[in-house]
């Protein structure tokens, strides 16, 4: 077997937990499909001097580890809004201008992170949460690092001290202190009471339902009382029943506007968003993810960004067809009426 052949049997396998890993550690589904890209080719250039002493896989994670880690020594960390100030709880509140210069989290497809089989994705749901990604933001570089690969990949400390090129006096430690950090920030797991798959099903065909109806009254019987919905790139964000349903009825939702298509990102259900341009057509809008908590949606992100919707649309090459190297376009204000 030529040698292209053999790496790319080898190594192609470990595609999607390492776009996962690099997605944990970034923030960035785009950024993400870089680094692994340049893994990759790290790996290939380096291949014929792979003598074995450690597994494969755990060979490629390193490669991809120090490609992150080099790459958030000139990014800072990508927030939420919810991370950046309070809530509203009225819906009438003035909206605060679009922060497009903010480097936002980013929502990932699961057809790229876990494949088509729901075992795998079940599997990886807590370690691709919204919830935890963005908590993980708040930890510096290495011990994000360091409490992913201990706590989520299940590597030993050893194995964590190779890949870092450290002792594991000092993973210990990072991780220590990773751990602290996560518990001082209050919990960051958000699947508790979740419904199963034919419950989510539903529940999210009613939210499409409804959206695409115009339909507040019945948006208002799938929120929890305490949901909340944030919208980046707008900082403002909302908190209970009435303040989001207000703001959906009075700045959003208009018949015929939206056409909602059905997909699941980080473990949750989710839309990717067209808006109705006047001329029959419909323009990318964005991605929208929502988390259930029993039966109802607590919470809705809003990812109003357009660039999104390619690579929710193309999971099987994750390619993102039509999206500008780096740049971030930004699509109407999703307060426009």
Same mark, same amino acid.
């Given at each position: 077997?030529?040698?292209?052949?053999?790496?790319?049997?080898?190594?192609?396998?470990?595609?999607?937990?390492?776009?996962?890993?690099?997605?944990?550690?970034?923030?960035?589904?785009?950024?993400?499909?870089?680094?692994?890209?340049? $893994?990759?080719?790290?790996?290939?250039?380096?291949?014929?001097?792979?003598?074995? +002493?450690?597994?494969?896989?755990?060979?490629?994670?390193?490669?991809?580890?120090?490609?992150?880690?080099?790459?958030?020594?000139?990014?800072?960390? =990508?927030?939420?809004?919810?991370?950046?100030?309070?809530?509203?709880?009225?819906?009438?509140?003035?909206?605060?201008?679009?922060?497009?210069?903010?480097?936002?989290?980013?929502?990932?497809?699961?057809?790229?992170?876990?494949?088509?089989?729901?075992?795998?994705?079940?599997?990886?749901?807590?370690?691709?949460?919204?919830?935890?990604?963005?908590?993980?933001?708040?930890?510096?570089?290495?011990?994000?690092?360091?409490?992913?690969?201990?706590?989520?990949?299940?590597?030993?400390?050893?194995?964590?001290?190779?890949?870092?090129?450290?002792?594991?006096?000092?993973?210990?430690?990072?991780?220590?202190?990773?751990?602290?950090?996560?518990?001082?920030?209050?919990?960051?797991?958000?699947?508790?009471?979740?419904?199963?798959?034919?419950?989510?099903?539903?529940?999210?065909?009613?939210?499409?339902?409804?959206?695409?109806?115009?339909?507040?009254?019945?948006?208002?019987?799938?929120?929890?009382?305490?949901?909340?919905?944030?919208?980046?790139?707008?900082? $403002?964000?909302?908190?209970?029943?009435?303040?989001?349903?207000?703001?959906?009825?009075?700045?959003?939702?208009?018949?015929?506007?939206? =056409?909602?298509?059905?997909?699941?990102?980080?473990?949750?259900?989710?839309?990717?968003?067209?808006?109705?341009?006047?001329?029959?057509?419909?323009?990318?809008?964005?991605?929208?993810?929502?988390?259930?908590?029993?039966?109802?949606?607590?919470?809705?992100?809003?990812?109003?960004?357009?660039?999104?919707?390619?690579?929710?649309?193309?999971?099987?090459?994750?390619?993102?067809?039509?999206?500008?190297?780096? +740049?971030?376009?930004?699509?109407?204000?999703?307060?426009?009426?």
């Amino acid at each position: 077997m030529p040698a292209s052949d053999e790496f790319t049997a080898l190594t192609e396998p470990f595609r999607p937990e390492l776009l996962a890993h690099c997605y944990r550690l970034l923030g960035s589904i785009h950024d993400a499909e870089d680094l692994v890209q340049e $893994t990759y080719l790290r790996a290939w250039r380096a291949y014929d001097r792979f003598e074995g +002493r450690s597994t494969l896989r755990r060979w490629l994670y390193k490669i991809a580890t120090m490609a992150c880690l080099t790459a958030l020594e000139t990014r800072g960390r =990508r927030p939420l809004p919810s991370g950046l100030g309070a809530p509203s709880e009225d819906h009438r509140v003035a909206m605060a201008e679009r922060e497009p210069a903010v480097a936002w989290l980013q929502p990932a497809p699961d057809a790229l992170l876990g494949g088509d089989d729901p075992a795998t994705t079940v599997a990886a749901r807590s370690g691709v949460r919204l919830a935890f990604i963005a908590a993980l933001q708040f930890l510096p570089a290495r011990q994000r690092a360091v409490l992913t690969m201990r706590d989520v990949l299940a590597f030993r400390t050893a194995e964590v001290a190779e890949m870092l090129d450290t002792t594991p006096a000092a993973v210990d430690s990072a991780l220590r202190r990773a751990r602290s950090r996560l518990a001082a920030a209050g919990p960051v797991e958000d699947d508790l009471a979740e419904p199963d798959e034919q419950a989510l099903r539903t529940l999210l065909d009613g939210y499409v339902d409804a959206f695409t109806r115009a339909d507040p009254e019945a948006l208002v019987q799938l929120l929890r009382a305490d949901v909340e919905m944030e919208m980046p790139p707008i900082p $403002t964000w909302f908190t209970g029943r009435d303040a989001v349903a207000g703001f959906l009825a009075r700045r959003v939702l208009r018949a015929g506007r939206w =056409r909602l298509s059905p997909t699941r990102a980080n473990g949750l259900p989710a839309v990717v968003v067209h808006r109705n341009t006047g001329d029959g057509h419909h323009a990318a809008y964005g991605v929208q993810v929502l988390t259930p908590i029993g039966s109802r949606i607590a919470r809705i992100t809003a990812f109003n960004d357009p660039l999104l919707v390619p690579t929710f649309e193309s999971p099987a090459t994750g390619s993102a067809a039509g999206r500008p190297g780096g +740049r971030r376009a930004h699509g109407p204000d999703p307060a426009a009426t």
